[in-house]
């Protein structure tokens, strides 16, 4: 079990380039989140996707777009990387309301 | 909205001493409280849960208890080693809803 797994691990942006992080999880869960993490701060949500066909807005879902694959896969999309989005992004999921796991996280630098 | 109040930001003890965490939270129908590590450059990781129908939970040299009329719940730590350094999360759902998570203690053990 690999539990939950986000590439890439590292990613140089300038500013207005796009990019997608993707994450996949194998144990089955319906719930799956994206968060960010700033230096010395606390989770922030930015979009979960509750079960498989469905979406929704976290905390902070401004610059972000989600998409639900499948069960296992969901991706997190910049449409325009802008400085402000430099951070560490966690994919996690779970089953609504429980436990979550987290990936090893991404971690995005946009000059 | 719902939240859940983490105390303190940041902690400091002896290697040996024991460490306290507080959380408060808002939503009187959560009843599932996990606790959260995260090691630097790596996701959060659960530690210990403990669920509304029970007071008091221990695995260990960690242990949480909840008093469900005050809303509170904590996290103790004793004979702390320097590993445990790290940042620990606080977080409050029910079944079917999403987890909000409190902004995290960062701990530092003292060798």
């Known amino acids: 079990n690999a539990g939950v797994t986000q590439t890439p691990k590292f990613q140089v942006l300038k500013t207005g380039q796009s990019m997608t992080l993707q994450c996949a999880q194998d144990?089955?869960?319906?719930?799956m989140y994206w968060y960010r993490q700033d230096p010395g701060m606390g989770l922030r949500l930015i979009y979960y996707?509750?079960?498989?066909?469905?979406?929704d807005k976290g905390e902070v879902p401004n610059g972000y777009n989600v998409s639900r694959l499948n069960k296992r896969e969901f991706s997190l999309r910049l449409e325009s990387a802008a400085p402000s989005q430099t951070s560490v992004y966690f994919c996690?999921?779970?089953?609504?309301?429980?436990?979550?796991?987290f990936g090893p996280g991404t971690r995005l630098l946009v000059l | 909205g719902e939240n859940v109040e983490q105390h303190p930001s940041t902690l400091s003890v002896q290697e040996g001493d024991s460490a306290v965490i507080k959380c408060t939270y808002s939503d009187s129908a959560s009843n599932y409280f996990p606790w959260y590590k995260q090691e630097l450059g790596k996701g959060p990781q659960l530690i210990i849960d403990?669920?509304?129908?029970?007071g008091e939970k221990k695995d260990q040299r960690i242990a949480v208890t909840l008093n469900k009329t005050a809303k509170h719940f904590s996290l103790h730590i004793t004979e702390t080693q320097p590993e445990d350094s790290a940042v620990y999360f606080c977080?409050?759902?029910?079944?079917?809803?999403?987890?909000?998570f409190g902004a995290g203690t960062r701990l530092f053990v003292k060798a």
């Open positions: 996690a999921s779970s089953e609504m309301g429980e436990t979550q796991y």
């Open positions: 403990i669920r509304s129908n029970v």
């Open positions: 144990m089955n869960h319906n719930s």
């Open positions: 977080a409050a759902s029910r079944e079917g809803f999403k987890t909000i």
């Open positions: 996707s509750a079960s498989e066909g469905t979406t």
